[in-house]
């Protein structure tokens, strides 16, 4: 066991009791943006994290998961453990096929690698654009990784700042794997949701046939109110933007909670009021049926049914 390391000071923990949603989500609905944290003393962090969290790990994400009434996770690598996937894999082998996972690997990654990560469960490589979180993205080697694992039927999940998109689209465009936006594609929602800046990405998502996570409104959200405390109006602000790709893209949305939540700084939600934000952006049963159950199962569990 290695020692427990300092967290990154200020870093706000996940939340302790999180509220019983109002909202009852479709039966076999999928969390499908979370991540697990160590715990550091079995999973250690990368040496060359930009952040040391708060352990979170898969009991406490498979409890939330029961305790919010939703069926399914869909784990992704988080950039505190690097390329190392071993806790990732650990909770992907411990959710009995309840969960599948997002990857980061290196280009000179092995088929026997991508093999035994697959058999874990893993359906897809995490490219983080976020010049914050990681060093420049080296585009060849990005382009290599996608090639190897075409064969596999995975997908690329891509993470950068709306206003990062125009230098980044072309290559985006050229990858020969499916690729899935997280988070909106983090727009500044302080612009208008009908503006040239989102229009332009909803475009790119038309022309790649992207899928599109409506997740994070607590990460992008300027004027809130945040969730807590019973707020059932929460992240005003982002409801356009979200409601705006759902109707898009009915059939390329997806949803989750991003537990537990890495680098927020002004507040940490609640996670059952997070889930209760979900009727205010995918407005009919139909639009939830699909955010919540269909898209994500014939992503990830494309042979199975909820």
Request: charged content about 25%; proline content about 11%.
């Amino acid at each position: 066991m290695s020692p427990t390391p300092p967290v990154t000071p200020g870093w706000l923990p996940w939340h302790p009791d999180p509220s019983r949603p109002a909202f009852v989500p479709p039966a076999g609905s999928v969390d499908a943006h979370c991540h697990v944290f160590g715990p550091a003393a079995r999973f250690p962090f990368a040496p060359e994290r930009k952040y040391t969290p708060v352990d979170g790990g898969k009991e406490q994400l498979f409890a939330l998961r029961d305790h919010l009434g939703l069926s399914r996770n869909v784990i992704v690598q988080a950039t505190c453990h690097g390329k190392d996937n071993s806790a990732l894999v650990d909770a992907l082998r411990a959710a009995g096929g309840r969960a599948r996972g997002v990857a980061t690997v290196d280009a000179d990654v092995t088929p026997g690698e991508l093999e035994r990560l697959h058999a874990a469960g893993v359906r897809g490589v995490r490219f983080n654009f976020v010049k914050r979180l990681v060093d420049a993205a080296p585009t060849r080697a990005l382009r290599t990784i996608a090639e190897k694992i075409a064969p596999l039927g995975w997908h690329v999940v891509l993470y950068f700042e709306a206003e990062d998109l125009p230098a980044h689209e072309e290559f985006f465009l050229s990858l020969p794997v499916p690729i899935v936006v997280d988070h909106l594609g983090r727009p500044d929602v302080s612009k208008d949701p009908e503006g040239p800046e989102f229009t332009g990405f909803l475009d790119f998502a038309a022309r790649s046939g992207a899928w599109v996570k409506v997740s994070c409104p607590e990460r992008l959200s300027r004027t809130g109110p945040p969730a807590l405390d019973g707020e059932r109006h929460a992240y005003a602000d982002v409801v356009p933007f979200a409601r705006r790709v759902v109707a898009a893209f009915p059939d390329r949305v997806l949803w989750g909670t991003d537990w537990p939540h890495p680098n927020l700084t002004g507040h940490m939600p609640d996670d059952g009021l997070l889930l209760d934000h979900v009727p205010r952006i995918a407005v009919t049963a139909e639009q939830r049926q699909a955010l919540l159950v269909d898209n994500p199962m014939r992503l990830y569990w494309p042979d199975e049914t909820a």
